[in-house]
């Protein structure tokens, strides 16, 4: 716990950015009669029947120091899909970074062991 601590309380280091990364699983629902509007004298009607329309996976990654953040959304929750957005982060937000500090809400993160394969790494920099 005081590794995390610490690292939380750096200074800012634009070569050595700190972000976060967290991911979720939402439902998709779909309303099967549109809601009625409201008039006057008379509320809003909705009806709490609903479509699934399956699952979408988000991403959320922030920069809290420099109050940067950032959404992306996949269709499945898969390692490959969170190793591209880590490839995205790397390749995309932070070029020119030295290191990137990724925390995360579990350090034994079931994708980080095989972050990467099956996406290509930048050039010059190993794999893994």
Known sequence: MEDVLEVYTRPYDSHRPQVCLD??????LAEVTPPVPVVPGRPARQDYEYVRE??????????????WR??????RRTRI?????VKELVDVCYPDAER???VQDNPEHPHARVAVRGVPARRGQAVG
């Open 23 to 28: 991911e979720t699983s939402r439902q998709l």
């Open 54 to 67: 399956g699952v979408c996976n988000v991403f959320l990654v922030c920069e809290p120091l420099r109050g």
């Open 70 to 75: 950032q959404v992306t959304c996949s269709q």
């Open 81 to 85: 899909d969170w190793a591209h957005c």
């Open 100 to 102: 990137v500090v990724l």
